[in-house]
């Protein structure tokens, strides 16, 4: 077999997993069909996979309301549509096969633009990004890696970030290594350190516990891009979907979500 039909047999593979995990899950076995905005609407409903265990994106509150960014535009999106929002709990395991097997219309879930979940599914344009990098206060200057050299940077031992702080940071710079994420953010509150690496959310939960805080990302070293997930081979519900996504963040209604769930700005979002 040469690599082309790998490849190939590799992505049936992909796709098989999924709408065999949506069986498991108990989504039945229904054939995906293409989905018009039209249809939403005279349906009355848009269905919407979502996380009950995300916060700040999605989560349950003291009363059971599912709150958070992603539910947030959630209902947005079906307030412009005129219609009414039902939210389907799913997990990072079977969100995908949930929406291969239609128990939802779309997903808003944390998932990260990918070529390989391209060839299963439809991604919007990014509505958020799950990036980390280096974060200090607004005074500190970082701009470039070099100026890491002679600074103490803060990182959790052995998570995610150590090997990928130990390998990008230039040498002279100094790592300092903590047990978990309340001492690294105290070790940066208190200036045992200048700098952390961690990711994008924390300057948002700095300037909290902070009162006049003042932290932010002052480099990105690794991202991912969020996009709203539908099935392949819609593109009247795309292209909506686009436009929804391109309007809230030219009238301020995305940044303005990113305030009140992150406590932090709008990043640059790229165009697909």
């Not at 040498?171 to 953010?185: A, F, H």
Request: one cysteine or more; proline letters at 4%.
């Amino acid at each position: 077999m040469n690599a082309r039909n790998l490849r190939s047999a590799a992505r049936a593979g992909i796709l098989g997993l999924a709408l065999a995990a949506g069986a498991v899950f108990g989504f039945g076995g229904k054939p995906a069909s293409a989905l018009t905005i039209a249809e939403i609407q005279q349906s009355g409903t848009l269905t919407v996979g979502l996380s009950d265990v995300s916060p700040p994106y999605a989560t349950m509150n003291d009363k059971m309301e599912h709150v958070g960014l992603e539910v947030e535009l959630a209902q947005m999106i079906a307030e412009a549509l005129g219609v009414d929002l039902k939210i389907v709990v799913v997990t990072g395991a079977n969100r995908v096969a949930c929406l291969l097997t239609e128990c939802a219309d779309i997903l808003i879930y944390g998932l990260t633009i990918t070529a390989e979940r391209a060839t299963q599914v439809w991604f919007s344009q990014p509505y958020a990004v799950n990036a980390s990098g280096i974060i200090a206060a607004k005074g500190v200057s970082i701009g470039a890696l070099p100026d890491l050299v002679g600074k103490k940077v803060g990182v959790i031992r052995a998570a995610f970030g150590d090997p990928v702080l130990t390998e990008a940071a230039p040498e002279g710079t100094v790592i300092q290594r903590y047990d978990d994420m309340s001492g690294l953010l105290q070790a940066l509150l208190s200036g045992q350190v200048e700098a952390i690496f961690e990711n994008s959310l924390i300057p948002g939960v700095l300037n909290t516990m902070q009162a006049g805080g003042d932290f932010e990302t002052k480099l990105t070293l690794t991202a991912g891009y969020w996009g709203i997930a539908m099935r392949q081979d819609q593109p009247n519900l795309l292209q909506w979907i686009n436009s929804y996504l391109f309007t809230i963040k030219m009238d301020g209604q995305l940044e303005a979500l990113y305030q009140k769930h992150l406590n932090l700005p709008m990043p640059e979002l790229p165009t697909l």
